[in-house]
């Protein structure tokens, strides 16, 4: 079967559908705008869906779009096995291409436009494996459907319309993620919390502290003003944080007192490692200041003590902890606002397996309140999404993946992000990435390596054809 599979996708017409099947849906700009009547997610991604199911149709399945909140295609009218999820909904082009974002270009082996790996491509290498398991006439007793989504960019409500109204399928994946396979997404915490005091008067000491803009993102900057300080009083002290941290600080004059601004680096909250918390060196720098004794101050040097620079692992909160399949429990502080009467706060933490309410929720609340500080709100723990390695779904993929790569040691994968399976009983992520492939996501210049794309194609031919035969 592999052989059969191999000639089919190395012959140069497979290699031209594709690229022409990717650059039709890449030319939608589908990204989400209002609704409109009939488009819940906006003109764009309606447009896409549309374009997906005339590209199925062409391609002789039976497809259809589901009220523009999703699309699908069958391979056959015999009872559904598996749902391959993709998306054609897509992120905003931002700026910096060295090409139309909107036009697929081919240059060296490899695409460029938005959507070519996310999700576009993904979901052209689907449609085309299930075309090769029809033209080769591969033995199915049951249906594959793909499921073309457009709303994952923007939470995922296209799936929640379509589960809501129709059943799970018995194996699921999503070629929107990356290769071996993810099998684990690790439980999220992220509860608001903060302290309050009377107005204060007495000097030196902050009067405002701003940091964060997202609760997913390591904070790159934040800034601060003390009164009754000037900037040669804390100079000595930000070049050493400076060198420390590899933050770096700007001071200035302010209206009776010192502006401070620390600029750290962004990066996604599931890797704070990748980053440099804003936030966490800034109060590093705070809390080696002679500020006076007063609530602000005691607010100040509680949150470096819990939420030291460096400390990724919650370990100073006392919730440090990891398991052996999902790795360690990240944490990214990522928003802090500090007023003249009060501090409110905010961190995202990615829990493994072995997390639960007594070691993870009521510990940190504990180490909170030796402080004074309190979580407000509802502050719960959204659990993990976890597929057991020895599932018939996770070994018959992986086997189908290191059929086509060779690599004979290829494991499971636990993330700290979510993927489009996050909420589907059983269903995991499979593809399109492959290890040490930088696709340039949601960024300038989107990428996909052709030759990756035709070996994912083989991958999912396969899969289909173990998976429903």
């Excluded at 082009?93 to 436009?113: F, I």
């Excluded at 979901?123 to 049951?142: E, T």
């Excluded at 929720?361 to 597929?387: F, Q, W």
């Excluded at 593809?431 to 996909?448: I, S, T």
């Amino acid at each position: 079967m592999k052989a059969r599979i191999d000639a089919y996708f190395d012959h140069p017409d497979r290699r031209a559908q594709l690229i022409a099947g990717i650059s039709r849906l890449v030319a939608v700009k589908s990204v989400r705008e209002a609704a409109a009547p009939g488009q819940p997610y906006g003109p764009g991604p309606a447009a896409a869906l549309d374009e997906g199911v005339a590209l199925a149709r062409e391609m002789g399945f039976r497809a259809e779009n589901l009220e523009n909140y999703v699309a699908t295609a069958d391979l056959n009218d015999k009872e559904t096995a598996l749902h391959i999820l993709g998306h054609l909904d897509v992120v905003g082009e931002g700026k910096g291409w060295s090409t139309d974002p909107y036009t697929c270009v081919e240059r060296d082996g490899m695409l460029y436009g938005r959507g070519v790996s996310d999700d576009k491509g993904p979901v052209m290498c689907a449609l085309m494996a299930m075309q090769a398991v029809r033209d080769l006439a591969l033995p199915l007793s049951r249906n594959v459907k793909l499921i073309m989504g457009g709303d994952e960019e923007s939470g995922s409500s296209d799936l929640a319309w379509y589960y809501a109204n129709h059943p799970y399928a018995p194996y699921t994946f999503t070629p929107d993620a990356n290769f071996p396979l993810i099998n684990i997404e690790k439980g999220h915490y992220h509860p608001d919390f903060g302290k309050t005091w009377e107005a204060e008067t007495v000097l030196p000491r902050v009067t405002g502290l701003q940091g964060g803009f997202r609760t997913n993102v390591v904070p790159p900057e934040a800034q601060c003003v003390v009164a009754g300080i000037s900037p040669i009083d804390c100079a000595v002290e930000a070049r050493q944080v400076q060198a420390e941290t590899g933050a770096v600080f700007t001071l200035a004059e302010a209206d009776g007192g010192l502006s401070i601004h620390c600029a750290g680096r962004n990066a996604h909250a599931a890797s704070p490692d990748d980053g440099l918390n804003a936030i966490s060196a800034l109060l590093t720098l705070l809390a080696r200041l002679p500020l006076a004794d007063c609530e602000s101050t005691r607010a100040i040097q509680a949150m470096h003590t819990l939420f030291p620079f460096g400390d990724n692992r919650g370990q100073a909160l006392g919730i440090g902890q990891a398991d052996e399949e999902s790795g360690p429990l990240t944490l990214n502080l990522a928003l802090m606002t500090l007023t003249g009467t009060g501090f409110t706060a905010k961190f995202d933490v990615r829990f493994p397996l072995c997390a639960n309410e007594e070691n993870c929720k009521n510990a940190c609340e504990a180490s909170l309140a030796r402080y004074g500080i309190a979580v407000t709100g509802d502050a719960g723990m959204v659990p993990p999404h976890h597929v057991p390695a020895d599932t018939p779904l996770v070994r018959t993929l992986l086997d189908c993946y290191r059929s086509y790569t060779g690599d004979t040691d290829a494991k499971p994968l636990a993330i700290g992000g979510g993927t489009y399976v996050h909420d589907i009983p059983g269903g995991v992520a499979f593809g399109c990435e492959f290890p040490g492939f930088d696709p340039k996501m949601h960024a300038a210049d989107e990428q996909a390596s052709v030759e990756q794309l035709l070996t994912a194609c083989k991958i999912f031919t396969l899969a289909i054809a173990r998976l429903c035969g």
